[in-house]
């Protein structure tokens, strides 16, 4: 594999932390690269949206959980921590779970207990899937969602710096495919001043262009493609029992090189 800012990163001994949305984008998109790297460096992954809320849900919500075979958020949200936790472990990878409520189960601040439950659309932050969560625009009553989770990049970035004698190499979604709670760490990492390298999402990437706008702004070059171990995933992405059977109905994963942007300066 030729040499390239990623690559030199780990070279020199960089710590790894992957900035992760939900309870599987990390593996799904970065899998192949956190399997060579943790066998040289500690590697850990951090997944923001990692929590339900109590009921009652929106229409999206509620089919949400049902795909899932579920009868609750907390449920579905403890099954899939615990899936997480399994993989993560079989891999030597690191985690930690912020416990933040995923972009369909958030609630508008203020409303708390008292949401609506003959129309609880209304007191949802992104109360349909298509219509809200998947359109590109993060909504104003993610502001403090959002600032919560850029002083927490900060000081990841802060305390990975004392793992070793190398900065760490910090990962970050691109947001392909416009999910708002991958736009939200996507923006937060650009927000925080640490140096990051920007990942593109598996599998949205197969549907999707990443944005050009955030490319130019960020002066991203590559991508850079890393397919060492890419087989190996397979069985990882399955961990993930919960959402492996919504996005892989056939039960074929069809794998593709992991791409990933980078400055042209070493993360």
């Not at 959402?243 to 993360?267: H, K, N, S, V």
Request: glycine letters at 8%.
């Amino acid at each position: 594999m030729t040499a390239d800012p990623l690559t030199a990163a780990l070279d020199r001994g960089a710590p790894v932390v992957v900035l992760s949305p939900h309870l599987d984008d990390a593996v799904l998109s970065c899998g192949a690269l956190m399997a060579h790297a943790r066998r040289r460096v500690p590697v850990t992954v951090v997944t923001v949206f990692t929590a339900g809320s109590p009921p009652p849900y929106t229409l999206s919500g509620r089919r949400c959980i049902r795909l899932a075979g579920m009868r609750d958020a907390q449920q579905l949200y403890a099954a899939r921590r615990a899936e997480d936790t399994s993989v993560l472990s079989a891999m030597g990878v690191a985690w930690q779970h912020l416990g933040l409520p995923e972009g369909l189960f958030r609630v508008k601040p203020g409303r708390g207990g008292r949401v609506r439950r003959l129309l609880p659309e209304r007191d949802h932050v992104y109360p349909t899937y298509r219509g809200h969560l998947a359109t590109g625009r993060i909504s104003p009553h993610d502001s403090e969602v959002l600032r919560t989770i850029t002083e927490t990049v900060i000081a990841l970035g802060a305390l990975a710096a004392t793992v070793g004698p190398s900065p760490p190499l910090l990962l970050a979604p691109l947001a392909v495919g416009g999910h708002v709670d991958h736009l939200l760490l996507r923006q937060a990492a650009e927000q925080s001043g640490r140096h990051a390298v920007y990942y593109s999402e598996f599998p949205y990437n197969r549907r999707h262009e990443p944005d050009a706008e955030f490319i130019r702004r960020n002066a991203l070059g590559g991508p850079v493609t890393w397919s060492a171990g890419l087989r190996d995933k397979e069985p990882w992405i399955l961990g993930y029992r919960t959402q492996a059977r919504a996005m892989f109905p056939t039960g074929r994963i069809p794998l593709r090189p992991e791409l990933y942007l980078c400055t042209g300066d070493p993360p």
